[in-house]
T-cell receptor, first 110, second 116 residues
């Protein structure tokens, strides 16, 4: 079992729709959770961090964390073509040791 | 504030050679982590340095090593290169204020290493 699992996709949504990205993790010791966006040929860019159960909103992005279910999700509202990228879920243990999922490729169609 | 910088951006080496990659963190960040990204294995944690000390290490052979200097700049070295070492090597820096868990990490542009 991989430490962090994501649906590889690709996920395709029309412009203006809500994109829902999901992630599960295996290590119950994980305390910090992150979503990164990576455009082709570029390095990962931090979108959201979440440390406590519940929802965290930042603009069009909402991260949700459920530690009991070991589940993290990212919602992108009003999706734009510029949101087309690979989204990486990451779980942090200690001392900045982060474990990444394989990523979900999102395509937003105009 | 300047972001994380990495040099060189591209490298071509042959098997058996060694390579050194450099990373300068965001000003004020004292932690530097290194990752390897390949299409097959994704992003994998190599090691993390804080205040010139390696605090954590991923599951990579001893050919992969690193160090951190007093100004927080970090270098990563790979000796006796193998074809499978071809990858994008990313470093990430963080502020490090949490007593547990992981702080937000910000990635540099990466070094693309090709081993022939």
């Amino acid at each position: 079992q991989k430490e962090v699992e994501q649906n590889s996709g690709p996920l395709s949504v029309p412009e203006g729709a809500i994109a829902s990205l999901n992630c599960t993790y295996s290590d119950r010791g994980s305390q910090s959770f992150f979503w990164y966006r990576q455009y082709s040929g570029k390095s990962p860019e931090l979108i959201m961090s979440i440390y406590s159960n519940g929802d965290k909103e930042d603009g069009r992005f909402t991260a949700q964390l459920n530690k009991a279910s070991q589940y993290v999700s990212l919602l992108i509202r009003d999706s734009q073509p510029s949101d087309s990228a690979t989204y990486l879920c990451a779980c942090g243990l200690n001392n900045n040791d982060m474990r990444f999922g394989a990523g979900t490729r999102l395509t937003v169609k105009p | 504030k300047a972001g994380v910088t990495q040099t060189p951006r591209y490298l071509i080496k042959t098997r058996g050679q060694q390579v050194t990659l450099s990373c300068s963190p965001i000003s004020g960040h004292r932690s530097v982590s290194w990752y390897q990204q390949t299409p097959g294995q994704g992003l994998q944690f190599l090691f993390e340095y804080f205040s010139e000390t390696q605090r954590n290490k991923g599951n990579f052979p001893g050919r992969f090593s690193g160090r951190q200097f007093s100004n927080s700049r970090s270098e990563m070295n790979v000796s006796t290169l193998e074809l499978g070492d071809s990858a994008l090597y990313l470093c990430a820096s963080s502020w490090t204020y949490r007593t547990s868990g992981v702080d937000e990490q910000f990635f540099g542009p990466g070094t693309r290493l090709t081993v022939l």
